[in-house]
């Protein structure tokens, strides 16, 4: 394959910088006017949250080249400064918003942030009495000298450096001093409301402490303050093959978590050269790592402001799911799967159905053994009481929990010891790998034999992320289908070597030698004149080797449509190379997360769901699940409401350009606005939602 592709005119796209595009996609949200004044609020903070991630997971090794000055490889220190520039680039971009935009638009609306100078006497009074009452006694700032060295700060918390005149009560000149500000503070505090006035008021935790810093510092004068937040590496490094216990050593390392090595500075927007250098010095990074915001250094935390309005209109209006119109409420759902399987698409139709189905499980006596995965399920998980009681009602209960799933660390091993502690078999899949398949299998006696019945899904069992994050789940009582969930099971718990499969495609296994080959018979079959046609919906397309395929696919003819939330690294229409590839994004209300893949060669369809992205780590590096669908009319449903719907969105898409670039699918080739807009998400809300 590589012998025939022309390899000098495909450059793939840098993944950071397209992970970086996929955030800005995401703030232009913060800008719609259509969009209501409160969600715009909280896309600002979805941007700083998914910016956290990317330093907490991405920027280490770009740091480290830096350091180590590295002119060549996949990390140097020039990607480390064209990386550093575009986020730079990106935070003035979000500021600039939430200040200029935002602020102003809350204000007329009534909604106030109030700063030191803005407020009366009243409100400082009452600032001044909180203050004392509520903060003061839980804060302690710490004075630097050789007895108090400069204490452990936490990834992500707020801070306060401070500079001093004057001396301490043992004569000492002393000028720093660290005041650490507890994360059970809320960041956003309401005031009382001004009489005769219409406005509800808030004070940040920053303004209210750098209103009262001298009183943290008696007889001392302050000179200079800022805030400070330092963002750390995060992600768990455990050398599975070296330790004993993973569940132990990966407690360990989550104490660790938030003191890994420092990746970027926030400051206030004023903070003198003198204390950001001193910072910078003390957390050993250079220049380009610092960021200074003029505003909250964590607008991640704009949510609890938000949570506080009470003001329908500046929020989204309530989305009520439907019931899945394939199943009748009260209907059984081991009579209904016998009748053929069943698709949910989530979060258009209510994820509470997949729930009625275990329930529904853990209840009937007829029903022997319930077996799980586990990835993300969310702090308070029915989903695991019911496990639990299904354990208490003498089923055998197998749960396959991921320990590894990032940020879900700690209550995934609680998950497992609260499993465990009634009875369940817990087991943490394949060393060196992460068990990322969603799936769900019970076995039921009937007439005096075990029946299979299965749910998979390209989603996690999580009901929060449910409402949020479009997916399918699919209910199935096929035999060849739960003969090998089944079997993968056994293979998880057992580490013996699985046989030959019926349906299913697994990773590491099959799953990447199988959809390169898909790719390569479509365009084989292009390449002698035939029909072929590929339609990808997915989260992510960083596989290299993927990625050559279908721009081979592409230059033998295929017709391919690729529909990728966030980062690509493969460009679109670049001439004589991916002139046949179009590549778009929808971002929307919500977020897209189902993984859809359409192959048509000469006639013949296939069309596949999976958990898995194409990304180097889904297809080598964990367990993954796809399964065909052959039911004629979930196939029909699929592609129009997952594929078609999509391609011909013209609200919420983006349009890849060869150069990286994204283009809004709403702006026409003459640059004009189209004059009807069609939202993929929107009409199918619309469909689906309960009028109740």
Request: net charge positive; aromatic share 8%; glycine share 6%.
């Amino acid at each position: 394959m590589s012998a025939n592709i022309n390899n000098n005119r495909l450059q793939f796209l840098d993944r950071d910088h397209s992970i970086l595009a996929f955030n800005e996609r995401v703030m232009d949200w913060a800008r719609r006017p259509d969009v209501p004044l409160l969600e715009r609020l909280r896309y600002l903070s979805i941007v700083s949250s998914n910016l956290d991630e990317f330093f907490e997971v991405r920027m280490a090794p770009h740091l480290s080249a830096y350091k180590a000055n590295e002119q060549r490889g996949l990390y140097t220190a020039a990607t480390h400064d064209q990386v550093s520039a575009k986020v730079h680039e990106l935070v003035s971009q979000q500021y600039a918003i939430y200040n200029d935009e935002l602020l102003p638009l809350l204000e007329k609306k009534g909604i106030k942030l109030v700063a030191h100078g803005e407020r009366n006497p009243r409100q400082r009074r009452w600032v001044k009495d909180f203050f004392a009452r509520e903060v003061q006694p839980l804060l302690l700032p710490v004075g630097l000298d050789p007895a108090h060295p400069f204490p452990q700060v936490a990834n992500k918390s707020l801070n306060f450096i401070v500079r001093l005149t004057g001396k301490d009560a043992f004569g000492r000149e002393n000028e720093i001093a660290i005041v650490k500000v507890p994360r059970i503070l809320p960041r956003f505090f309401r005031m009382p409301p001004v009489k005769g006035s219409k406005q509800t008021h808030f004070v940040s935790i920053s303004s209210l402490i750098r209103s009262h810093l001298t009183d943290l510092f008696p007889g001392r004068q302050v000179t200079e303050f800022s805030q400070f937040r330092v963002t750390r590496h995060s992600d768990l490094a455990v050398d599975e093959e070296e330790v004993k216990n993973l569940r132990t050593a990966l407690r360990k390392g989550l104490q660790q978590r938030n003191y890994g090595e420092a990746l970027r500075l926030e400051v206030s927007a004023g903070c003198s050269e003198y204390l950001s250098a001193f910072l910078l010095a003390q957390f050993a990074l250079p220049v380009q790592s610092l960021y200074r915001v003029p505003g909250p250094v964590n607008l991640v935390r704009l949510n609890q402001l938000i949570d506080q309005v009470d003001a329908p209109a500046l929020r989204f209006e309530r989305y009520n799911a439907g019931w899945p119109m394939q199943l009748n409420p009260g209907q059984s759902y081991f009579e209904r799967l016998q009748q053929g399987d069943v698709l949910i698409h989530q979060p258009y139709e209510s994820f509470d159905a997949v729930l009625a189905f275990l329930r529904e499980a853990v209840e009937d006596p007829n029903v022997l053994a319930i077996k799980q995965t586990i990835y993300r399920t969310g702090a308070k998980s029915e989903l695991m009481d019911l496990l639990r009681e299904a354990v208490r009602r003498g089923k055998e209960v197998t749960a396959v929990v991921e320990l590894k799933a990032r940020f879900d660390e700690e209550a995934n091993i609680n998950y497992a010891e609260r499993l465990e502690s009634v009875g369940a078999q817990v087991v943490y899949g394949v060393v060196g790998l992460k068990t990322h398949a969603k799936m769900l299998l019970i076995t039921r006696r009937e007439d005096g034999r075990l029946r299979r019945y299965g749910h998979l899904s390209t989603g996690n069992y999580n009901p929060g992320t449910a409402r949020l994050y479009t997916d399918l789940s699919y209910l199935t009582a096929d035999d060849a289908l739960t003969a090998d969930l089944e079997q993968i099971f056994l293979h998880l718990a057992s580490q013996n070597r699985l046989p030959r499969l019926n349906k299913a495609l697994i990773a590491p296994f099959h799953l990447h030698k199988a959809m390169l080959e898909k790719v390569e018979a479509a365009g084989a079959a292009a390449k002698a004149g035939k029909e072929a046609r590929i339609i990808l919906k997915m989260n992510a397309l960083t596989d290299e080797p993927l990625a050559r395929a279908l721009a081979l696919a592409s230059q033998q003819g295929v017709k391919i449509d690729l529909i990728v939330r966030g980062a690509c690294i493969l460009p679109a229409q670049v001439p004589g190379v991916t002139d046949n590839v179009n590549i778009r994004s929808v971002i929307g209300r919500l977020l897209e997360h189902s993984r859809v893949f359409y192959f048509r060669v000469d006639g013949t369809d296939e069309l596949w769901l999976a958990s898995a992205d194409w990304m180097n780590r889904n297809m080598l590096r964990r367990v993954e699940l796809a399964w065909p669908v052959t039911d004629a009319a979930l196939r029909s449903r699929i592609m129009d409401e997952c594929l078609s719907a999509y391609l011909h969105d013209t609200k919420d898409a983006w349009l890849l350009q060869p150069d990286g670039r994204y283009v809004p699918a709403a702006i026409t080739g003459t640059g004009k606005t189209r004059a009807v807009l069609h939202s993929a998400q929107a009409s199918l809300m619309a469909r689906y939602g309960s009028k109740g």
